[in-house]
């Protein structure tokens, strides 16, 4: 019982840090936006508005975005995949909305629908991040199992990558879901 509630202190304070330290960006990328002369820009930036925005902005911002990659789905070349990684990105946090609000069928819906899109586009990183967000779906669902899968593939995708913070990030939450099981011998990896 002890490490389920030091597991969970640490990962609120953690979340705290991270939100606190965005907060700072947001007037930043605010300024952006609005001097924002091509979509391109608007597309990075939407999308980190859309992450880090509160529980009101970042739907918004998300549906922004949603807007400007719609505006460009006649792009071609480089610009179309440009355009289908923040098609994926928007269906990610749309996704992350929708399970914030319960609506867990919608959420998956749009976890497989960014899944399948960075999957055509071999965009590894997104899935990453993908796999990471449906795995906190299915914990928080009561499913440990679907859970791991999610956080194992994540974890497989960063290493891939060399990405060391999105390794990092796999384990902690392959971690979180030995511990919640009472599993903790596994979590010496």
């Given at each position: 019982?002890?490490?389920?509630?030091?597991?969970?202190?640490?990962?609120?304070?953690?979340?705290?840090?991270?939100s606190l330290?965005?907060?700072?960006?947001i007037?930043?990328?605010?300024?952006?936006?609005?001097?924002?002369?091509?979509?391109?820009?608007?597309?990075?930036?939407?999308?980190?508005?859309?992450?880090?925005g509160?529980?009101?902005?970042g739907?918004?911002?998300?549906?922004?975005?949603?807007?400007?990659?719609?505006?460009?789905?006649?792009?071609t070349?480089?610009?179309?995949?440009f355009?289908?990684?923040?098609?994926?990105?928007?269906?990610n946090?749309?996704?992350?909305?929708?399970?914030?609000n319960?609506?867990?069928?919608?959420?998956?819906?749009?976890?497989?629908?960014?899944?399948?899109?960075?999957?055509d586009l071999?965009?590894?990183?997104?899935?990453?991040?993908?796999?990471?967000?449906?795995?906190?779906?299915?914990?928080?669902?009561?499913?440990?199992?679907?859970a791991?899968?999610?956080?194992?593939?994540?974890?497989?995708?960063?290493?891939?990558?060399?990405?060391?913070n999105?390794?990092?990030?796999?384990?902690?939450?392959?971690?979180g879901?030995?511990?919640?099981?009472?599993?903790?011998?596994?979590?010496e990896?």
């Amino acid at each position: 019982m002890k490490q389920k509630y030091l597991f969970t202190l640490l990962l609120t304070c953690f979340i705290k840090l991270a939100s606190l330290a965005q907060y700072y960006n947001i007037d930043s990328l605010k300024t952006i936006l609005k001097n924002a002369k091509h979509d391109t820009i608007r597309c990075a930036v939407l999308e980190l508005l859309a992450e880090n925005g509160n529980e009101e902005e970042g739907p918004v911002f998300n549906e922004q975005l949603f807007k400007v990659v719609e505006k460009n789905a006649a792009a071609t070349g480089y610009l179309k995949d440009f355009y289908q990684k923040y098609l994926a990105l928007a269906n990610n946090n749309l996704a992350l909305t929708e399970q914030n609000n319960n609506e867990i069928e919608k959420a998956i819906g749009h976890y497989n629908i960014a899944i399948k899109i960075s999957e055509d586009l071999n965009k590894q990183e997104v899935l990453g991040l993908i796999y990471n967000n449906m795995g906190v779906l299915y914990l928080d669902q009561g499913d440990p199992k679907k859970a791991l899968q999610c956080y194992e593939k994540s974890l497989k995708i960063y290493e891939d990558l060399k990405d060391k913070n999105g390794i990092a990030f796999s384990i902690f939450y392959i971690a979180g879901v030995y511990l919640n099981t009472g599993e903790i011998e596994k979590i010496e990896r």
